[in-house]
């Protein structure tokens, strides 16, 4: 079997390295890299930390707007598959390169597999919730992490090739908890925190929170008066929308350059509450148990909500006040298992492989 697994963004690097190294246990893969994150602490870096082979190809896309970066990215991926004329194209989440994935195979009649499939926000205003709504409905195989994604999927018509598998981050997240510990040390001095000083993790990134400048404002504001210390990876587009806003957050935030996905492991675990707008975050606090704000009015991951771990909140400042408090009060006593056991990866190569050889019976 020959798949062929598009990457290009972080959230993807850490959904690829289990799903590449049970793939190619068995079978040919072909990973490619669009290049919509080419810094090397947005990419190279997950590379090397996760143990991912170097891509075969990397396409250089690099930045753009959305319809430049995926309008250059298909015709690419197009080339591509048909030169290598895979069994499979692999995608995963919801950034453009997965659209760009899933479109081109589809335009040229490969059969998609979508790995986190079935995702809702129901925010249409969210660049990622288009991409994923898109990619299912173009995916003969959807690998739904949860009940809930499998239900969503449901109500739009899509049960077949929907299959059940947990979600993938299982395979890395609590894999990798021992290594990441080995690192916190170092890493807290860098923030200046006192060894056991509870702080928050913090992340930024999505542009309905970065390029509106009122809502950057508050965000700014909001984590800045805090009642404990915030420990912020910068994404890129943080800084720079911040510097043309012309806004500075105070000394209660802890600003360092992006990190690795050991480091955020070893902040993540170390730290007392996680505030972000980031979906993936989101899940790996819950996993390792940390209580979370979420600085958007919607997510994909309602069942993290419902279970009282997440909460949903508005930047501004008196509601994100009280929402922080809460999220440092007394803990939920249920923590259920949402997001299914080890071994996902190796699940979504066996569907594969039976999918494949269903296929190739039909047409013989």
């Known amino acids: 079997m020959r798949v062929m697994t598009i990457v290009g963004a972080r959230p993807e690097f850490i959904q690829t ?185 913090a992340t930024i990134h999505r542009a309905s929170n970065t390029d509106d400048e009122i809502r950057l404002r508050d965000i700014v504001h909001s984590f800045s008066a805090a009642d404990l210390p915030v420990v912020l990876p910068a994404h890129p587009r943080l800084r720079k929308m911040m510097q043309a806003f012309g806004l500075r957050f105070s000394d209660n935030v802890r600003v360092i350059e992006p990190v690795g996905f050991l480091d955020m492991v070893a902040l993540l675990d170390a730290c007392e509450i996680v505030i972000t707008d980031s979906g993936g975050l989101q899940k790996e606090a819950y996993m390792l148990e940390r209580p979370t704000v979420t600085v958007r009015d919607t997510t994909e991951w309602v069942e993290t909500v419902r279970s009282g771990w997440n909460r949903l909140c508005e930047p501004e400042p008196e509601a994100f006040r009280a929402a922080v408090a809460a999220a440092r009060g007394p803990r939920p006593t249920a923590h259920p298992d949402f997001y299914g056991a080890f071994g996902v990866s190796e699940r979504i190569v066996d569907a594969l492989e039976k999918a494949l050889e269903s296929r190739s019976l039909q047409l013989a």
């Open 17 to 201: 390295a289990p799903v590449t190294q049970a793939l190619r246990r068995r079978h040919t893969e072909i990973l490619v890299h669009t290049g919509q994150h080419y810094d090397d602490n947005m990419s190279k870096v997950f590379f090397d930390e996760m143990n991912i082979p170097p891509p075969e190809i990397n396409l250089e896309v690099g930045s753009g707007s959305h319809a430049e970066q995926t309008g250059q990215m298909l015709i690419k991926l197009e080339a591509v598959m048909l030169r290598e004329q895979p069994d499979w194209v692999l995608v995963f989440g919801d950034t453009n390169s997965t659209i760009a994935g899933a479109l081109a195979a589809s335009k040229i009649h490969i059969p998609v597999a979508h790995i986190e499939a079935g995702l809702r926000s129901y925010d249409r205003r969210m660049p990622e919730e288009v991409n994923r709504v898109l990619t299912d409905h173009l995916s003969a195989l959807l690998f739904a992490p949860t009940q809930a994604a499998v239900e969503n999927l449901r109500k739009e018509g899509i049960t077949d090739g929907v299959l059940l598998v947990g979600d993938v981050r299982v395979d890395v997240v609590l894999g990798i908890v021992p290594r990441a510990r080995a690192r916190q040390s170092a890493l807290l001095a860098q923030t200046g925190l006192r060894p056991g000083e509870p702080f928050a993790l």
